[in-house]
């Protein structure tokens, strides 16, 4: 709380000065989480600077701001995040934003709310993963160069055409991965994973999904829960659950524990990328190789 204050402070101290140290005439956009930054970078290309907050593996549950991040915040031309609380740790620094200098802009906002999944959970009474839904991310493909046409319209049908490739990309992802799901037969389709980050996944390809920890990583899971699911795994001969890349694999590895102490042998299927994106660099560093790579980890170990 106190590191929060600090950081707040810091924010109404360098609004009074701010100073932008880009002189190439570029947009200097900050984002927020992997998926984030890729989309960014596919639409804005080589006319805009980016700087992503958020790394692989990087939980946004429970990232905090650094006092780097207030300058590259305090600096930008435009602030693109998820919003629905995903990145609820940030919310008060990005109101804090939104009352003094730009408004950051919460790309969850553009979906129609009756459409989404309800959580008791969050503050806004979503579940935020809705990057697991290609047709909302569409809806952020479209929502950020509508932004990037506005603050800089010289480049309109730059940004208009990568727009227009990458909803393309998107168009021939949904057919790959809709090919793979349908070689899982339907009655295999259970997904268990460390958090509940695959519901729309889950709800759009017919998998039953579930998390131990629930939506969000703040929770812990507890000895019941644990004991719960392992019932679970076995009445239902469920063949594999999975790590996540952006939570301590140690609570999957207690659960596959659990379950084997009850004489059943359950197997961790793989690694899934969930609330970050892999490494920068290689495929699943990217959103749609990350979606490649999950749904072929997925299909292939519940085989």
């Excluded at 008060?92 to 959970?121: C, H, Q, R």
Aim: glycine residues 8%.
């Amino acid at each position: 709380m106190k590191k929060n204050s600090l950081i707040i402070i810091a924010i109404l101290v360098l609004i009074g000065c701010k100073t932008n140290n880009q002189t190439d005439g570029k947009l200097n956009i900050v984002t927020t989480t992997t998926m984030i930054t890729d989309l960014v970078k596919n639409i804005g290309g080589d006319r805009v600077n980016i700087n992503g907050l958020m790394g692989s593996g990087v939980d946004p549950h429970l990232y905090k701001a650094s006092e780097g991040d207030v300058t590259k915040l305090v600096n930008a031309d435009i602030i693109f995040y998820n919003g629905l609380h995903l990145e609820g740790k940030l919310v008060e620094v990005f109101e804090k934003m939104g009352s003094k200098t730009k408004t950051p802009i919460a790309l969850g906002e553009v979906i129609d709310k009756s459409t989404l999944i309800g959580s008791d959970y969050f503050a806004s009474n979503y579940d935020p993963h809705v990057w697991f839904n290609i047709e909302y991310f569409k809806q952020f493909a479209q929502k950020v160069t509508s932004v990037l046409v506005e603050k800089d319209s010289e480049n309109t049908a730059y940004y208009k055409a990568n727009e227009a490739a990458y909803l393309l990309k998107l168009d021939v992802l949904q057919n790959s991965i809709k090919a793979k799901i349908e070689t899982l037969p339907k009655d295999k389709r259970i997904l268990i994973t460390a958090h509940d980050a695959f519901n729309y996944f889950g709800k759009n390809y017919g998998f039953e999904v579930v998390g131990l920890q629930g939506l969000s990583t703040a929770t812990e899971a507890g000895v019941k829960d644990v004991q719960n699911l392992a019932n679970f795994i076995i009445q239902k001969q469920v063949k594999a659950i999975f790590v996540e890349s952006s939570v301590p694999k140690r609570t999957i590895e207690a659960l596959q524990a659990a379950v084997k102490s009850k004489g059943f042998d359950v197997q961790i299927g793989g690694t899934l990328y969930s609330d970050a994106l892999g490494s920068a660099g290689t495929k699943e560093g990217t959103y749609i190789g990350m979606f490649e790579y999950n749904v072929n980890t997925i299909v292939n170990a519940l085989k």
